[in-house]
């Protein structure tokens, strides 16, 4: 895991990672991970942050 974001519910967590293998900390996804780390499902794909194309997604309250 790279950064935890935000709480989506009271057993899981939005995170900036990969739910797999990254060839380096800069191409990384939104990830759905549980507290206890056992669980990773991945929400959006990698992106290489390093390119000046690279997208961005945003949270934003519902």
Known sequence: M????AWADDDNVLALGCAGSC???FN???VLVS???KRMTQLA???DTNKDD???WVLTPR
């Open 35 to 37: 507290i206890d780390g």
């Open 54 to 56: 690279a997208w961005r």
């Open 2 to 5: 790279l950064q935890l974001h």
């Open 28 to 30: 990384n996804g939104l």
């Open 45 to 47: 794909a990698n992106r």
């Open 23 to 25: 060839e380096s900390e």
